[in-house]
């Protein structure tokens, strides 16, 4: 069984909501109102990481490259 694991650059990412939208396990959201990135944007966070299955389709949608992806198999 895949694991997935996302790291995001907050202060690359203008919160534009590409990445929610291709999530389809509702892993991420943004950020509350009141919390910004140095630019003043609000920004992705990993709200349910344990739903994370590392497909990719959040890194590979986001225009400013602000997703990392890993993911690990599991031995069994």
Request: aromatic share 6%; glycine share 10%; with cysteine.
């Amino acid at each position: 069984m895949a694991k997935g694991k996302i790291e995001i650059n907050i202060e690359l990412c203008k919160g534009c909501g590409v990445c929610l939208a291709a999530c389809k396990f509702n892993v991420t959201k943004l950020s509350e109102q009141g919390h910004a990135n140095k630019s003043g944007y609000r920004y992705l966070v990993a709200d349910h990481p344990e739903r994370c299955t590392g497909c990719g389709m959040c890194a590979l949608m986001c225009p400013d490259s602000a997703i990392t992806v890993w993911r690990s198999t599991r031995q069994t």
